[in-house]
């Protein structure tokens, strides 16, 4: 399957320790993006990267939040000083961009991140 | 972008046609509608966009109005494995994120 992975799928940690999200795109995407959702709520934008470029972050990203992507392959997002809010779904997609190309986005699985 | 409007939820006998509606009245003539859906648990799954035409792919069926405030998610045939949350987003194709709403939860009733 040549789809979005993301691992690990689900991540338990205690409040106030750091976690590291990976998210392995489509190959030929350059762009990828990082969500997250909480239950009954849709999908919320955090950041995304156009090859290692990362172009634009959202006030939801606070400074305890960071992603790389750092040879515009694979990104990871980084959690620290774990909060119980942060406890969410975290979804990552990738989608081809640029004029004449289709750029529907596609998931992954994401990981679920719990607080305790 | 433009915002979108869909009804909470609704339900579908399985077998029959699954009709979602979403309304975007201030759509730009350079956005495009997209829907996906999200099946408990799992990332969103995209179904189909179109710009004004009508389209149709293996999973799905896009109407859009010609004045293109509104537009229809047509499932010809909808099975259990249809029960989802279904999101109308309206975007350009050059746009950056895709903004989701909360969708239409959608059940489909033996």
């Known amino acids: 399957d040549t789809g979005v992975s993301q691992d690990p799928r689900h991540k338990i940690t205690k409040r106030g320790q750091n976690v590291t999200f990976r998210c392995d795109p489509i190959?030929?995407?350059?762009?990828l993006y990082w969500y997250r959702q909480t239950l009954g709520q849709g999908p919320e934008f955090l950041t995304y990267?156009?090859?290692?470029?990362?172009l634009e972050k959202s006030r939801l990203l606070s400074d305890r939040f960071s992603a790389e992507r750092p040879k515009g392959s694979f990104s990871t997002l980084e959690i620290q000083r774990t909060e119980q809010g942060d406890s969410a779904m975290y979804l990552c997609?990738?989608?081809?961009w640029g004029e004449g190309k289709n750029t529907e986005a596609f998931f992954g699985q994401g990981t679920r991140l719990t607080v305790v | 972008d433009a915002k979108t409007t869909q009804p909470t939820s609704m339900d579908c006998a399985e077998g029959r046609a699954a009709n979602l509606p979403c309304n975007h009245s201030?759509?730009?003539?350079?956005?495009?509608v997209y829907w996906y859906r999200q099946i408990h648990s799992q990332g969103p799954q995209y179904i189909i966009h179109?710009?004004?035409n009508n389209e149709t792919n293996e999973m799905a069926s896009l109407i859009i109005t010609e004045d293109r405030k509104s537009s229809t998610l047509i499932l010809p045939h909808a099975t259990l494995r249809d029960t989802a949350v279904y999101y109308c987003?309206?975007?350009?194709?050059?746009?950056?994120?895709?903004?989701f709403g909360t969708g239409t939860s959608l059940t489909v009733i033996p």
């Open positions: 190959s030929e995407h350059n762009r």
């Open positions: 201030t759509i730009s003539g350079n956005e495009y």
């Open positions: 997609a990738s989608s081809p």
């Open positions: 990267f156009q090859n290692e470029a990362q």
């Open positions: 987003i309206v975007r350009r194709n050059t746009g950056n994120q895709f903004y």
């Open positions: 179109g710009l004004k």
